[in-house]
């Protein structure tokens, strides 16, 4: 198994850790892919995934619902994402996404967390040269369905790796992949548990017990924001 799947087992970083968290990132996601494509799910397949995340982060249907409905109402605050590149402690790349109606608030919070903890607020960009981006699958696994023949089967849709997770199977591709993976996944009922982005470090850097500590609070207040939705690093 390749980076993909040691990135996603070692990663330590507490994503989301409270369930009100979640659903607010998703109620974001849902209202931006609304905006984008419309409210009806059959047409809209950005909006279909986000539903499948919901779905199995137990965010109650009503909620789902609800978001939708607001979303397409002209009252409905306009989010935007913004993604903000900054160093942490002792050299650690942090990239921070984040789904914001206010994007002068939310830098400003940014650029404080990292000064207050020991780091530099970067210009926009200037770190993506150092992580790849990655679209993430979690599919209900198939009985007859193999694995590595799976994995062949979807290398034109550049897909990189397909490997088994307890009962499910991980499917990672190009960020651009995303529309045809998804498309495929739907056409040959598997049924999509989740679907996200990653940011996935070419190098990763080692600290000591102290310096990891000093950059696990940076990354603990980044992720206490509302505003931001995801944040990667490339601490091992």
Known sequence: MGRAFEFRKARKMKRWGTMAKTFTKIGKEISMAVKSSGPDPANNPRLRVLI???KAANMPKDNVDRAIKKASSKDQADYKEV??????????AVVVETATDNPTRTVANIRSYFNHNGGTL??????????????????????????EELELELIDFGVQEVFMEDDTIMVYADFESFGPVQKYMEENDFEIISADFERIPAQTKELTEDQVAEVEKLLGKIEEDDDVTNVFHNMK
């Open 52 to 54: 499948q995340n919901a």
């Open 83 to 92: 993604v903000y590149d900054g160093y942490g402690p002792h050299g650690i």
């Open 122 to 147: 970067g210009n926009i960009g200037s770190l993506s040269f150092m992580f790849e981006r990655k679209c993430v699958f979690k599919v209900k696994s198939k009985k007859e369905v193999d694995v």
